[in-house]
């Protein structure tokens, strides 16, 4: 982002200044839509992820819960149910979590359409899991894996050479009563 780690020591106010503010003057100001996701391990933010759209020329509020009714009915939400759903949220709540799903219904992951829709809904998955979460999780299992795998390694010795002081306490004992 062109910026020393000297002129922003506390990554919130570089958040404020380098993110938000310009996220804001973009969406406000172009014909793209900017949203950003920070991943963080723990507490420490590691990479940000941008997603850009542009705008439609500008609908109407009818216009676009016309289509959002469109597409849920088309993944058999009931009417009632779409209703209460565009009281409840706002268009882009709903349109971002309908893609991340039909995402995941492109890739056959959903069998129950209706319900993980609702749930979709229901639970935001707009922070859902992204690739590099998925990779940051893998290398962990990985690293797991080795160190269980490790453990295994030095249990074996230990008992191997255990074993060996055993037998070769017997043979001492066997050669030591031939005398």
């Known amino acids: 982002m062109g910026v020393s780690q000297e002129q ?14 310009p996220v804001k003057e973009i969406n406000e100001k172009t014909d793209l839509f900017i949203s950003y996701q920070l991943e963080k391990y723990g507490r420490t933010a590691e990479a940000i992820i941008f ?3 542009t705008k439609e020329p500008a609908k109407t509020e009818e216009d676009v819960h016309g289509l959002i009714r469109e597409r849920l009915l088309k993944y058999g939400i009931k009417e009632s149910q ?6 409840r949220h706002d268009e ?4 971002v979590n309908l893609e991340i799903v039909e995402e995941k219904i492109k890739k ?3 069998q129950n359409i209706p319900a993980y829709l609702l749930k979709a809904f229901q639970s935001d998955f707009r922070m859902a899991e992204t690739q590099y979460t998925k990779e940051q999780k893998e290398k962990a299992l990985q690293q797991q894996q080795i160190k269980e795998d490790k453990r295994k390694a ?7 050479k ?9 043979e001492i004992e066997q050669v030591l009563s031939g005398l």
């Open 8 to 21: 922003y020591k506390n990554f919130t106010m570089l958040k404020k200044r380098l993110l938000d503010i």
């Open 51 to 53: 997603k850009m759209i």
């Open 82 to 87: 779409i209703e209460e759903l565009l009281k």
């Open 92 to 95: 882009q709540y709903l349109l």
């Open 108 to 110: 056959g992951e959903i």
């Open 154 to 160: 030095k249990q074996q010795q230990q008992q191997t």
């Open 162 to 170: 255990e074993e060996f002081r055993a037998l070769r306490q017997s």
